[in-house]
């Protein structure tokens, strides 16, 4: 694995356009390469605050190690690639490859519910795609949302932030992820470790919301506890018949009770997904995921 180069001032190479996005972990701003001109992406560790001074510097240890995990997936074409990293006014700070594109957040939010089957299955089917090969090298992604995922102009997702991303079996010491999406097991220590059921939990978030704009458990309104209900019974008559299982399969409380393995929601989808070469369906997300599966063939 190639080492991250250490550019020392990040401002001397790179100049600092816009934010563009204000996450738990850092600030994301684009940027320009002074010397080629390519934007870059830069994502920045939050200035200091009033807390000790060994918190801002565990915090910017934590943006290392994110840039070190990045590295691990290099040579996947939906990860976006680490280029380098640095400082800025004294904060650490990651510039990755920018990424063209709407979050996945704001797409459904134009669409919401979405219904059609080739639309829920082209996005959750992209994004088993990524997590296979995620997953292949022993990573936990851990904060799968709507936030983390972008959808290119040609219908392509691609998955960033991998803050909370860990190795699989990794014992944890703390809650890792966000609320509403995160496992149960992610809401604690696991001194087990995570591991990639918890992502699929993530993955089957993502379906409910498109489907019937509700998180399983609570959500976002309490913490979730054993055995509460997943969804309000008007929620449940909602799921389309040909997803339900699939998505109450995925967000089951216990790990050990969802897939396997993303390969067994994929299988679950295929019925679903675009043949290769048909027409864009005319209630169509914008961008358009199913013209992914319309161009390309499955890869699972």
């Known amino acids: 694995m190639r080492e991250i180069e250490e550019i020392g001032n990040v401002e001397k ?3 600092v356009l816009d934010m563009v ?20 992406a830069l994502k920045l560790q939050k200035a200091r605050d009033l807390g000790p001074e060994s918190d801002f510097h565990w915090a910017g240890s934590n943006l290392l190690e994110e840039g070190s995990r990045m ?21 650490r700070c990651l510039v990755m490859e920018f990424v063209q594109g709407r979050q996945l957040q704001n797409v459904l939010l134009a669409a919401r519910p979405v219904r059609h089957s080739g639309n829920v299955a082209s996005v959750i089917g992209q994004l088993c795609e990524i997590l296979r090969q995620v997953h292949d090298r022993n990573l936990v992604h851990c904060d799968l949302k709507p936030e983390n995922v972008i959808v290119q102009p040609d219908g392509r997702l691609r998955l960033i932030d991998m803050g909370h991303a860990i190795m699989a079996g990794e014992e944890t010491s703390h809650e890792r992820g966000t609320r509403g ?5 992610q809401s604690d220590a696991c001194p087990s470790g995570l ?18 704009m509700r998180l399983p458990y609570g959500g976002l309104e309490e913490r979730a506890e054993p055995g509460g209900p997943v ?18 399969w995925m967000v089951r409380w216990e790990a050990e009770e969802r897939p396997a393995d993303v390969r067994e929601v994929f299988d679950r989808l295929r019925p679903y997904l675009p043949r290769l070469g048909s027409r864009r369906p005319s209630k169509r997300l914008r961008p358009d995921p199913t013209e992914y599966y319309r161009t390309h063939p499955p890869r699972l």
């Not at 969804?231 to 018949?241: C, G, I, M, R």
Request: net charge neutral; with cysteine.
């Open 71 to 91: 590295m691990m997936l290099t040579g996947i074409r939906e990860i976006p690639e680490i280029i380098a990293t640095g400082t800025r006014r004294g904060r």
């Open 21 to 40: 996005g204000d996450g738990g972990q850092g600030d994301l701003f684009l940027g320009r390469d002074r010397r080629t001109g390519v934007r870059v």
């Open 231 to 248: 969804l309000p019974a008007d929620k449940l008559a909602e799921l389309p018949p040909e997803f339900a299982s699939l998505a109450l």
């Open 13 to 15: 190479r790179y100049e």
């Open 181 to 185: 999406w995160a496992s149960p097991e």
């Open 195 to 212: 591991t990639r059921r918890a992502d699929i939990f993530g993955l089957g978030c993502i379906l409910l919301e498109m489907t019937v």
